[in-house]
């Protein structure tokens, strides 16, 4: 696509001096499924017979040294972390364009936007961390290499907060450890997870901050059960009751004091009798220990306490589905791109999974931001950062963003 002669400097005017020449520079650039090349035409030119020749520069790149325009660099990582497509994919389809590069270099442009967006993700997790509710799961991944042919198992755990945002942190194991370093001191609320025996062990430590659990976990106990015993139906009909009852609350729009009201009118009773119910299954002399229905109704019984959380805070969902929604993008992507070469590649992957699967949850067209933000980032305040996550961006920026060349 040619583009119009580079701007003479300033003060000049096309009078002043003498184009002798035009230099071109080219640009690979990305319009959504289809790749171009952009040529800009700069304009070499002298002041008088006597003075050098002088060439007007090129517009600035995103990287230095790079020949990518940021709509590339867009175009890259929505296909990678959007749609699932792995760099050497890409790189086919790059050949079958007609356009040579290394795979390397598709590794290295990753590499490098990730760390541009890395205050953008730091400051969205600080922000995660304020929330009241906050949901945390774990996700296995294969990062590093552990052995000839062999790779290392390592760990995303995902943070689901208040506004509809989500963080992936990374960790090379499955270790409480990690609970302690991404929350530590600082958090304070309602921590909502899975049965994990690692949370609420963090949380017995932790004064401000109280522990609930999902019902859609005690639920999966009692559907492995299913065909043991008839008296299963019964139980996973108690807990769809508690489903329909947060279906009705949901539809008639009920928030706050009113959510909570209905909750204990309606949901307690229920989970009051879900227990006896359960109680009664332990009673029962034929129900061997390892039975599956017996020992789901212990999962349940267990934490009885953390599952009732729920019915004395109206902003703690029943379950973590929603974290788990937010979340599927890790699997799929193992499915197709199966693991990083490197633990710092899966950082690369939290970091900007995170900014997109965020995007996501708030409407925003994550190649759109990413075309905006790559651009802005450099320039904008660090001390604002936060303006740049997809949730502040969408309210500042998203009515007029940033736009690549191929697009003005």
């Not at 300033?10 to 690979?28: K, P």
């Not at 359960?278 to 953390?306: N, T, V």
């Not at 990083?340 to 590649?345: N, P, Q, R």
Request: net charge neutral; aromatic share 8%.
């Amino acid at each position: 696509m040619p583009k119009p002669p580079t701007e003479l400097p300033e003060g000049m005017t096309q009078d002043d001096v003498e184009v002798i020449a035009t230099r071109s520079t080219f640009r690979l650039a990305q319009r959504r499924a289809s790749f171009e090349v952009l040529e800009y035409r700069c304009p070499v030119f002298k002041v008088s017979k006597e003075a050098p020749p002088q060439a007007t520069p090129a517009p600035a790149t995103l990287f230095d040294g790079s020949l990518a325009d940021v709509s590339f660099i867009a175009g890259l990582l929505v296909d990678k972390f959007c749609y699932h497509l792995p760099l050497y994919r890409q790189h086919q389809r790059l050949q079958q364009a007609g356009i040579q590069l290394s795979r390397t270099t598709l590794t290295q442009q990753v590499a490098r936007a990730a760390a541009l967006l890395s205050p953008i993700h730091l400051a969205q997790l600080e922000h995660v961390l304020q929330s009241q509710v906050l949901a945390m799961d774990e996700t296995p991944i294969k990062a590093g290499r552990k052995a000839k042919g062999k790779m290392k198992e390592a760990w995303f755990w995902p943070l689901y907060g208040d506004h509809d945002e989500i963080s992936f942190t990374f960790s090379p194991s499955r270790a409480k450890a990690h609970i302690d370093k991404v929350l530590g001191e600082h958090f304070e609320g309602v921590l909502l997870t899975d049965g994990n025996a690692s949370y609420p062990c963090y949380a017995e430590k932790r004064p401000g901050v109280t522990h609930a659990e999902c019902w859609a976990h005690a639920r999966r106990h009692f559907e492995k059960a299913q065909g043991s015993d008839e008296a299963v139906e019964e139980g996973l009909l108690r807990i769809a009751g508690l489903y329909k009852t947060e279906t009705w609350i949901r539809e008639k729009g009920r928030e706050g004091p009113d959510k909570l009201k209905a909750r204990t009118t309606y949901s307690e009773p229920q989970v009051r009798a879900f227990w006896q119910w359960c109680d009664q299954q332990l009673q029962r002399d034929d129900l061997e220990p390892r039975h599956p229905l017996r020992q789901a109704a212990e999962y349940a019984l267990k934490r009885q306490r953390s599952l009732e959380v729920f019915l004395s805070d109206p902003d703690v969902p029943i379950d973590t589905n929603h974290l788990e929604r937010g979340l599927r993008c890790i699997p799929m992507g193992r499915r197709n791109w199966l693991f990083c070469w490197s633990e710092v590649g899966a950082e690369h992957v939290g970091i900007v999974q995170s900014l997109l699967t965020t995007c996501r949850l708030q409407g925003v067209d994550p190649y759109t931001y990413l075309v905006d933000v790559l651009q802005r980032v450099a320039l904008h305040p660090a001390s604002r950062v936060e303006e740049l996550t997809p949730r502040r961006w969408k309210a500042l920026f998203a009515d007029a963003p940033l736009r690549s060349d191929i697009e003005r």
